[in-house]
């Protein structure tokens, strides 16, 4: 089991930058995948960006590429997704997530929230226009 707590959401003006962070509970094989999810009121949720905090390339939606970026301290067991160049389509609930499985090929199937067996609660990221 781990436990995943996000902080750091917010209101921000577009084109502005953001951090969020997910402290993860403990570094077990449930949490070989760490990803960021959004889900915007109506809408399915969505995979933003994942990564293997013990190594790999990070996997990114097509539409915060270049935009986010995510990243991981270890010894702190927080992952972080810095957002800049922020859109008023951002704005959502930000969801950490974390599974043993869901990103052993770091795919687009990596991004599939179904895949993921551990949830935070979220933080909220609004974006005005």
């Known amino acids: 089991q781990v436990q995943l707590v996000e902080s750091g959401g917010g209101t921000v003006e577009a084109g502005g930058s953001l951090r969020v962070s997910c402290s993860v509970s403990?570094?077990?094989?449930?949490?070989?995948?760490v990803g960021w999810f959004r889900q915007a009121p109506g809408k399915e949720r969505e995979g933003v960006a994942v990564t293997k905090p013990a190594g790999g390339i990070p996997r990114y939606a097509d539409s915060v590429k270049g935009r986010f970026t995510i990243s991981q301290d270890v010894p702190k067991r927080t992952v972080y997704l810095d957002m800049s160049g922020l859109k008023p389509e951002d704005s959502a609930m930000y969801y950490c997530a974390a599974d043993p499985n869901a990103c052993y090929a770091l795919s687009d199937e990596a991004l599939t929230a179904g895949h993921y067996a551990h949830w935070g609660q979220g933080t909220q990221v609004t974006v005005s226009s």
């Open positions: 403990k570094w077990t094989s449930a949490a070989n995948c």
